[in-house]
């Protein structure tokens, strides 16, 4: 029996799928823990596959390659090395789980599978869809019983409970847990209630990066009995944390204060969790780079600045490609002061500039189709054509560079239908951001360089810039931006009745008004990019209702 047990809280960035990479991964933060005295290396949830794997955990050709995988990583365990705690996707019979293996003496020497469900804000393997199994025991490791709790586990007493009465003296927690605003609090609370009910300590690590609509945001933990904070990693970051625990005289298990880093929160969490987002989007799919193209606007500009920050201005190309002017051009403004702003941009952020030239294409279109218009109104459709045409042109530019054309719409026009021109790009970095939001990051960046981007300190975002969105309207017969979001929030967020809404000085007009632009949006939503879901909802980032119901007269 050992007095003494060093725990690494490995806090990586798999891909999910990529079992190789992922391996390697796992392998270099080994290496690292045995250079710094580990005894075992605990991994988040699903460190071996990546998560979410959605249909991809069903098929048989995949997990199996999960398995040997894993037994590779356990045959590399029989060097004397520190043992390693892994989170995969794991067979038992019919039933697939999502599992934790101890791997070490060169073999898979226990597994136990996540007992409860899937818990939106602590992890997502409900997406996943797998079969919970039965109630745990602990592992023993070295003459230590450790309690494993996997992904959802930690959000309920029980199956900590289960295992404190099952004889464990220290709980680990294997999350996967993605970014929401108050999550990083959310999880280390749900720690603290299983320390002080089960009077055991708790270290957690938690997964980071970027992956299909989630961040997954680190800031793994350890609790000292008593709920004690004795170790934290950043947020946003791979990290290897080491704990270290000694036997106390009355048979527990203790540590003293480790490396400790504050998270950070607010906007500036939000901030890091875009720009991770985006960043991972674009090297999880190997593209050399992104393409954004700046209209003078402050959605762009934001998109172009977080791109530079996560990639660094050498990965970046904007594109200006103005259009006339009309209500589905982000800035609204006249062409001029658009390339000029665009210009501005660029120059603060240090990217590359291109120039395209959308007036004969744009006046080709308007003349194939000026039979078809004929003694109509085709204001409206005009205005769309050429943002879509716009959309296009910018997808086959960054199609030929190979790079992956951001999205610069914002969640405001998304869900109601203001983004035609989203057609062909492959990431929406603002998918789940308001347009209030947008304004509220903006002014943070100019006055915050975050640790770690590659982007210029200082004014990213033109002061001009910021100044029209302060004045900026609406689309006629719409509120304010502030009273907008607002609406959009109670409506389609906290499902809030007409008379909830008219409490909060929303007409019962305008409610209605902003109902059918969201249900009328629906079929454009689905054909959306992917973009970070930031809400603290575990349903879709955006509600999804039926496309073709006709009039949904729910307001």
């Known amino acids: 029996m050992t007095d003494r047990l060093s725990i690494a809280l490995a806090q990586i960035n798999p891909a999910a799928g990529n079992l190789a990479a992922n391996a390697g991964r796992i392998r270099a933060a080994r290496a690292e823990a045995a250079a710094r005295g580990a005894d075992l290396v605990v991994f988040p949830a699903g460190a071996v596959s990546g998560t979410p794997l959605l249909d991809l955990a069903a098929f048989p050709v995949f997990l199996d390659a999960v398995q040997a995988t894993v037994q590779a990583l356990a045959d590399e365990t029989a060097d004397g090395g520190p043992a390693l705690l892994v989170g995969a996707p794991w067979r038992d ?25 899937g818990i939106g804000g602590i992890d997502v393997s409900g997406e996943d869809h797998f079969d919970t199994g ?17 992904g959802g586990d930690l959000a309920t007493g029980d199956v900590a409970e289960t295992l404190a009465e099952s004889g464990a003296e220290l709980l680990v927690a294997m999350l996967a847990g993605p970014f929401a605003p108050g999550s990083t609090d959310e999880r280390v609370q749900a720690a603290v209630a299983r320390v002080v009910e089960c009077g055991l300590p708790l270290a ?22 008593g709920g004690r904070l004795v170790a934290q990693a950043p947020l946003f970051a791979e990290h290897l944390l080491l704990t270290r625990w000694e036997r106390d005289p009355n048979d527990g298990w203790d540590s003293s204060e480790a490396e400790m880093i504050a998270p950070v929160d607010g906007t500036a ?68 002061d658009s390339l000029d702003d665009a210009a501005e941009i ?73 983004a035609p021109e989203e ?15 947008v304004l509220d990051l903006a002014r943070w960046r ?39 979001d607002d609406l959009l929030t109670g409506l389609l967020d906290g499902g809030l009745s007409p008379a909830d809404l008219a409490r909060r000085g929303h007409a019962s007009e305008m409610v209605a008004t902003v109902w059918r632009l969201a249900v009328q949006a629906e079929a454009g939503r689905r054909r959306a990019p992917p973009g970070p879901r930031l809400a603290r909802r575990a349903v879709a980032p955006l509600r999804h209702v039926p496309i073709f119901g006709g009039n949904i007269d729910l307001i």
């Open 134 to 150: 039965p109630m745990p025991g602990p592992v023993n490791f070295r003459g230590v019983r450790i309690g494993l709790l996997v």
């Open 423 to 437: 057609i062909g790009c492959g990431y929406a970095v603002l998918a789940d951001v308001s347009k209030t939001a």
């Open 269 to 336: 969490a939000l901030y890091s969790a875009l720009v991770l987002g985006l960043h991972d989007a674009v090297t999880k799919s190997g593209a050399p780079g992104a393409v954004v193209g700046l209209t003078g606007g402050l959605d762009s500009a934001l998109v172009a600045a977080m791109a530079v920050d996560a990639l660094g201005p050498e990965r970046v190309l904007a594109v200006r490609a103005p259009l006339p002017g009309g209500p589905f051009e982000a800035s609204a403004v006249a062409v001029a």
């Open 446 to 484: 100019n006055a915050n360089q975050p640790a770690g981007m590659r982007g210029p300190a200082g004014l990213v975002v033109p002061d001009r810039v910021l100044a029209r969105r302060l004045k900026a309207e609406t689309p006629a017969g719409l509120p304010p931006v502030e009273a907008l």
């Open 93 to 117: 019979g019919p039933r697939r789980h999502n599992g934790a293996l101890l791997l070490d003496g060169g073999e898979v020497a226990a597994v136990r599978f996540q007992a409860a469900p």
């Open 204 to 225: 957690a690590v938690n997964l980071v990066g970027g992956q299909e609509d989630r961040v997954f945001d680190g800031g793994s933990f350890a609790l000292a009995p």
């Open 346 to 418: 660029v120059e603060l952020l240090g990217c590359r500039l291109d120039n395209v030239a959308l007036a004969p294409v744009l006046k080709a279109a308007d003349s194939l189709l000026a039979p078809a218009f004929a003694g109509r109104e085709p204001v409206v459709t005009t205005d769309r054509l050429h943002a879509r045409l716009r959309g296009t042109t910018l997808a086959a530019l960054a199609e030929r560079m190979g790079a992956l054309l951001l999205s610069t719409v914002d969640r405001t026009d998304r869900l109601l239908g203001l």
